[in-house]
C-alpha cells in the first residue's frame, strides 16, 4: 500500500527552533593554512551562517581555540551577527571535551547539532563524530568549514557523513530556515542576507526586485 503524502515538512529538514549551531574557530591563523576553499568565499559563507541564525533566532554557540595566544580573533563577520555574545575559548582541539561549551549544550537542550568552522578533518570531526556517539542528530555545512588540501576536507566529510552525520551547504542552510516564502514575517530579512551574501543567487533577487519588483511569496 503506498504512503499518503500530506502537505507537511519533513522530520529531517532543519527549522529555527530545533537545533544548536556551533561555530568553531573562525580564526585567522586557522585560516592561513586553509586551502581547500578560498579565504573571501570562506568568510562570506561563515558570515551567510552567522547572519541566518541571528536572524531566525538559532540557538548558537561560538568557541575559539587559544583566541589570545595564538589563533588570534574570530572572524568579523561572525561576531558582528552577535553583538555582545560571549566566546567560549578552549585549549582542546576537539570543541565536544571543553566542560564550558557541554554546559552550553545541554542548557540549551536540543537533540540537534549543526557544525561549522576549522579545521573539518580536526576541529568538526571531534565533536561531530562525539556528539553522534552520544545520541545527538549532526549536520554539517560543508561550504562553511576548510582544511589544509581538498583531500583533508573530502575525506573528513565522508568519515562524518560514513559516521551518520549530514552534510549541508550555507545556502541551503538560509533556504532551509526560510523553507516557505510566504513567511512574510522573515522575508525580507532571508532576501536581504541572501543579497549581502548569497553569491550569483543574491545577484538574481537584486536584479529582479530592481528591473520587476519580483517577489518570490506573490
Not at 503524502?5 to 586553509?34: K, N
Request: proline letters at 4%; aromatic letters at 8%.
Amino acid at each position: 500500500m503506498a504512503p499518503t503524502a500530506t502537505p507537511t515538512p519533513g522530520d529531517l529538514l532543519l527549522s529555527p527552533t530545533d537545533h544548536t549551531l556551533v561555530m568553531i574557530d573562525f580564526q585567522s591563523q586557522m585560516s592561513f593554512a586553509t586551502k581547500s576553499i578560498d579565504a573571501t568565499l570562506l568568510r562570506n559563507n561563515a558570515a551567510l551562517v552567522a547572519n541566518a541564525a541571528a536572524g531566525f533566532k538559532v540557538s548558537t554557540i561560538l568557541t575559539t581555540v587559544a583566541e589570545k595566544s595564538f589563533s588570534g580573533p574570530m572572524f568579523e563577520e561572525i561576531t558582528d551577527a552577535f553583538p555582545g555574545q560571549a566566546l567560549l575559548d578552549r585549549t582542546s582541539m576537539n570543541t565536544w571535551e571543553d566542560a564550558a561549551v557541554i554546559d552550553e549544550i545541554n542548557r540549551i537542550g536540543k537533540s540537534r547539532i549543526v557544525l561549522s568552522g576549522l579545521w573539518t578533518s580536526v576541529c568538526i570531526v571531534g565533536p561531530a563524530l562525539s556528539a553522534l556517539s552520544q545520541g545527538f542528530e549532526v549536520y554539517v555545512i560543508a561550504d562553511a568549514c576548510g582544511d589544509i588540501s581538498d583531500e583533508a576536507h573530502e575525506r573528513a566529510m565522508e568519515r562524518m557523513v560514513q559516521a551518520g552525520a549530514r552534510p549541508m551547504t550555507s545556502l541551503q542552510y538560509i533556504l532551509e530556515l526560510q523553507r516557505d516564502w510566504a513567511r512574510t514575517e522573515t522575508y525580507d530579512m532571508t532576501t536581504g542576507i541572501a543579497k549581502k551574501f548569497g553569491g550569483a543567487y543574491g545577484l538574481g533577487i537584486i536584479y529582479a526586485k530592481s528591473m520587476f519588483g519580483a517577489s518570490e511569496g506573490h
